[in-house]
Structure formats: structure tokens, C-alpha cells
T-cell receptor, first 111, second 114 residues
Framework: GESVGLHLPTLSVQEGDNSIINCAYS??????FIWYKQESGKGPQFIIDIRSNMDKRQGQRVTVLLNKTVKHLSLQIAATQPGDSAVYFC??????????FGSGTKLNVKP | DAGITQSPRHKVTETGTPVTLRCHQT?????MYWYRQDPGHGLRLIHY???????DKGEVSDGYSVSRSKTEDFLLTLESATSSQTSVYFCAINTGEQGDNEQFFGPGTRLTVL
């Protein structure tokens, strides 16, 4: 995005490989989580969500895993493509249904 | 995209001037949000609204006010802009009636305060 990208952790993967992006959340009471993708100059784009009564959810080429024991969320992207290059961040819904966002991971897909 | 537009998309202003950013949605969602995005901080909630004339503060509300006189519009005002308010501002809506569902974002407004 326009204002993220500085000092972000970066994951570099080869085109066609699988990508795994991780996120640690803070509130054990959070019961809803969303993964977003943000391309430069654009707003965050909803990718996939998961509620706390699940530990895995699959979408098209993406899978989200939730480990409530260690408060960890991951996003797996299968067969990563150049168009997947972006900043990815997770959001947790905490008290009063407010969302809290991580600072993001930059995914760099090498052709 | 949930029919969210923001205006203006870019603005440069001077310290001490008032600024109002507008968020408009076309789908009558109850919950609307204003965030700012800065390097190293991710997205931080400024204010949110859970209905017409119903608003509440987020984690970084100092220096900002909001108004929601119609379901479709949520305005963010900087009464007297400061350089620390230079940021990218995003509006969002929640599709859930209780604000507990997917949250979608607008395209953003880049604000520069000189």
C-alpha cells in the first residue's frame, strides 16, 4: 500500500511455490479474524475470514489456519503468482466488535 | 468493493486549516469506520459509527471528529490539521448488522499536512 512497506517483514517466494504468511494476535477473546491483501495505492482487499469455532477454512487457492492455543493465524497461498505480490495483514475482532490490524507482511513473488 | 467511495482521493493542506474527508456507501450498512494507515503502525481505528448520529472513538481519536447524519455518509473532520495527521485515511463498512461480519474498505485518501 502507499503507506506500508517500510520496515515490513518480507517473504520472497518463487512463482508456483506455496506461500505461508503468519500472524500472531493478542486477544484470546477475539472470535473473528480476517486476512487482507493490499496492493500499492489501493485499499485493503478482503481475502478470507475465519471464526473461532473453526481451525481451518479454504477459499480459492487460499487457506486460513487458526490456532487458538497459541493465538496464531496463518494464510497459505497455493501456487503463488506474480499477481499475489502485495502486503498481507490480518485483523482480529476484539471487544465491542472493533477490529485490530497487524502491521503486515510484504509478499514478493519472483518470476 | 461494497460500493464505498472516498473524497477527495488526495489533499494537500497547511497546518492549522480544517479538513473534512467524506466516505459514501451505497448499500445502507449500519457500521462505518475511519482508519489511518502509517508505516510501522498498520491500520488504526480513529472513529466508528453504528448508525445515524451514533458514533464512538477508536484508538487514535484525538484531533479528529466525525459525523453521520445519513446512513450513506460518514464524515471525518480534522478541526485544525497538524503534520502528524499526514497519513492515508481509509473508510470501511461492515456487512454485519452488529458489526461482526466482513469489513470492506474504500480506496483511501492521501492527506499531506505541510
Amino acid at each position: 500500500g502507499e503507506s506500508v512497506g517500510l520496515h515490513l517483514p518480507t517473504l520472497s517466494v518463487q512463482e508456483g511455490d506455496n506461500s505461508i504468511i503468519n500472524c500472531a494476535y493478542s486477544n484470546s477473546a477475539s472470535d473473528y479474524f480476517i486476512w487482507y491483501k493490499q496492493e500499492s495505492g489501493k485499499g485493503p482487499q478482503f481475502i478470507i475470514d475465519i471464526r473461532s469455532n473453526m481451525d481451518k477454512r479454504q477459499g480459492q487457492r487460499v487457506t486460513v489456519l487458526l490456532n487458538k492455543t497459541v493465538k496464531h493465524l496463518s494464510l497459505q497461498i497455493a501456487a503463488t503468482q506474480p499477481g499475489d505480490s502485495a502486503v498481507y495483514f490480518c485483523a482480529e475482532m476484539g471487544n465491542f466488535n472493533k477490529f485490530y490490524f497487524g502491521s503486515g507482511t510484504k509478499l514478493n513473488v519472483k518470476p | 468493493d461494497a460500493g464505498i467511495t472516498q473524497s477527495p482521493r488526495h489533499k494537500v493542506t497547511e497546518t492549522g486549516t480544517p479538513v473534512t474527508l467524506r466516505c459514501h456507501q451505497t448499500e445502507n450498512h449500519r457500521y462505518m469506520y475511519w482508519y489511518r494507515q502509517d508505516p510501522g503502525h498498520g491500520l488504526r481505528l480513529i472513529h466508528y459509527s453504528y448508525g445515524v448520529k451514533d458514533t464512538d472513538k477508536g484508538e487514535v481519536s484525538d484531533g479528529y471528529s466525525v459525523s453521520r447524519s445519513k446512513t450513506e455518509d460518514f464524515l471525518l473532520t480534522l478541526e485544525s490539521a497538524t503534520s502528524s495527521q499526514t497519513s492515508v485515511y481509509f473508510c470501511a463498512i461492515n456487512t454485519g448488522e452488529q458489526g461482526d461480519n466482513e469489513q470492506f474498505f474504500g480506496p483511501g485518501t492521501r492527506l499531506t499536512v505541510l
